[in-house]
């Protein structure tokens, strides 16, 4: 079931306010006939589509965001990972196969794109193939879009790079300034102003 109140030309765009979805999931062990994305307002959201359960690359992905989990929620987000695949099948892939990759398998939850209609909305969804392609969708804590970031199905996604990216994202929303390539956390960021611009060569001298 996807309860999905985006209209057919809507899509997500950076910087708005994402409109809220409902889809059925499987999530700490059981079936849930509905899960909102508004059940998570006020917190980090990193959406993680996916093609499909049972292939090649997705579980990698999947498991390598599993263990990189606990700085994800240290730094108060949670994932929703997404595919076409019914919250049923979600349930069967997890026992069978990604909890051997994984201890006690996924932590977070797994939703069910039904028609693609969420998939249309973030415009991830492959009308030709029926499925989602990789695609991930960080939203701040008022709910607004902050990045997006889409693969083709034959290469996977870092878990360690979107842990560096959400860091990014927060340290900047919590502390000011812009974010630099290849920052890193513990690191500053930088502060726009007048004296800056054409110096920031100075600032990065030698890095």
């Not at 006020?42 to 263990?67: Q, R, S």
């Not at 997890?94 to 939850?109: F, I, R």
Request: proline share 4%.
């Amino acid at each position: 079931m996807c309860d999905c109140h985006c209209d057919d030309y809507a899509v997500a765009r950076i910087g708005e306010e994402v409109e809220d979805f409902a889809a059925s999931a499987f999530a700490g062990g059981k079936l849930h006939d509905s899960l909102k994305l508004s059940e998570y307002k006020g917190k980090w959201v990193v959406l993680f589509f996916y093609p499909a359960d049972f292939t090649f690359v997705c579980p990698t992905e999947l498991t390598g965001v599993a263990k990189v989990y606990d700085q994800i929620k240290e730094m108060g987000a949670e994932v929703l990972s997404i595919s076409t695949d019914s919250h049923f099948v979600h349930m069967m892939w997890n026992e069978y196969e990604l909890s051997k990759m994984v201890a006690g398998g996924l932590p977070y939850p797994m939703l069910y794109d039904a028609d693609g209609r969420i998939g249309r909305y973030f415009q991830v969804y492959n009308e030709v193939s029926g499925m989602d392609l990789r695609g991930t969708f960080i939203i701040d804590p008022d709910g607004v879009l902050q990045a997006q970031e889409v693969f083709a199905t034959n290469v996977g996604r870092s878990a360690k790079e979107l842990v560096r990216q959400l860091a990014a994202f927060k340290f900047s929303r919590d502390n000011g300034g812009v974010i630099p390539c290849d920052w890193q956390p513990g690191e500053a960021a930088m502060k726009p102003s007048e004296d800056l611009v054409g110096h920031v060569y100075e600032k990065f001298e030698g890095k």
